[in-house]
DNA sequence: ATCTATTTGTACGTATGTATT
DNA sequence: AAATACATACGTACAAATAGA
């Protein structure tokens, strides 16, 4: 299940569950086993490697943490090879992103590249079931929100339309990445309190945006889709740095306090 | 340190250790601790949540193989709070990428959107000693190679003038993408044996890109420098498409046994 | 529905390693 | 060099969960 992801060596000193973990890893990939597939036991782990319970339960937690095995209990029970969902992958990759202070900026440099190349590939593609699926997320905000919540729920859905979109694409990479970043605005969106439009011109062309592209896709024109998309990144762009200023004249920056 | 990453809740029930590193994650951000500081000794935290030794120690390990934390033994040892490490983040996303069978041309239609975008905003921001480290990098492969395995890291090199790029950029998301992707292709090269240019004149005209790239960049022309990353990823995308049809024509795919 | 076998999960007590002072 | 403070490892006993008879 690893791919020996490049030079694991630099990796300074490992525990020795950590050793184990690796050990066993390896062992999986050399008997090519796949996403259902039964590990050993408990019991028999403890007597291949020749360590104790404790050791062994704590490796079984590191690869459990990787998301790269799930445990059952009972008869027939035991630990087997999970395939790491896309939403254990996001949580972890977000943890490394906790620490680096993403701005606006930095998510939208990425989207006004990907996003339009994205769609370009889709036009065409999607079925009557996606691109109705797509009308329906913008139903979602057509009308105006009456209460904040409403208008918290709103921005979300409007960033749905774009992992609706990801989804689709045949590019796991390219869709793990917007998949991505529409968490990351998501949570940025939630926790700075990043709603509310500053310009509700610019946000009700976002809208448009969103429905002319609708048409771009299902007629496959991947230009028209393209444009449109690049359009709606700077729109969106735009509006979101709105607010980030926004936010900077309402409160001051909490910065940790010791 | 984790972001309370959107819902957590749709991850069907956690095991009992698994609970407990949640809860200490959500306690370590609700006390606002940063990078160096410590945490509760196991003891305490035996103590505090009422849980045996080995329980904790799981969700110990749990945290540790996220990166979130480090362990040390001895007076003053303990439990510290750890800044994911770029290499971890690269390695946990790469389990998820293992079972996703990417291609060449997955990558690739990744990097001709991104990389252009790196080079048009590092243009005329790179220091002179970057400058030069990209320059050294550059001789490193100049030469014919003299064996298959120096071959093979010759191509690897080639790839390294991508992460020294990606390095410098102050977009913290651009450039760990870049990174990982040029982390996968190496590891493909390795795996799969992609090297050894079938077509010396395009990997020669990739080379001459790299030099007038560092011109560019080091002239302040952002433009320029765009055109010929776009230049040169196409390039580059052509010569792997060329060497994944070779492969294919040496070797029967193997697939899984039974 | 109950029992039984299987397999992981929890609990503790003890001993060993390791780094700081 | 020795004492100290901490994590690490081991082994056993027992509890909980689940599948099947």
Chains 1, 2 share one sequence.
Do not use: C
């Not at 992958?89 to 998510?107: P, S, V």
Request: proline fraction near 5%; charged fraction near 25%; glycine fraction near 6%.
């Amino acid at each position: 299940m690893p791919p020996a992801t490049t030079p694991s060596s630099p990796e300074v000193k490992l525990s020795r569950p950590a050793q184990v973990a690796e050990e066993i890893k390896t062992w999986v990939v050399s008997q090519r086993l796949r996403d259902g597939d039964r590990l050993p036991g408990e019991a028999e782990l403890i007597e291949r490697f020749g360590m104790a319970k404790g050791t062994i339960r704590e490796a079984m937690r590191i690869l459990e943490a990787q998301g790269l095995i799930r445990t059952r209990t009972g008869p027939g029970g035991g630990s087997f090879v999970h395939e790491v969902s896309r939403q254990r992958a996001k949580a972890l990759l977000g943890n490394y992103f906790y620490f680096k202070n993403l701005t606006i900026d930095d998510i939208y440099q990425m989207r006004v590249a990907l996003e339009p190349e994205l769609v370009a590939s889709l036009a065409g593609n999607l079925s009557e079931t996606v691109l109705s699926q797509l009308e329906a997320n913008i139903a979602e905000y057509s009308r105006p929100a009456r209460t904040l919540d409403e208008e918290r729920q709103q921005h979300v859905d409007s960033l749905r339309f774009h992992a609706i979109l990801a989804d689709q694409s045949g590019n796991a990479l390219l869709s793990f990445v917007i998949d991505f970043m529409v968490n990351l605005l998501s949570d940025l969106t939630v926790y700075r309190k990043l709603y509310s439009p500053p310009n509700i011109e610019l946000w009700e062309k976002g809208r448009d945006h969103q429905v002319r592209l609708v048409a771009a896709l299902r007629d496959g024109d991947a230009d028209g889709a393209r444009a449109i998309m690049r359009d709606h990144m700077q729109t969106a762009w735009t509006l979101m740095r709105g607010q980030e200023a926004e936010m900077l004249r309402q409160f001051i920056p909490e910065r940790r306090s010791g």
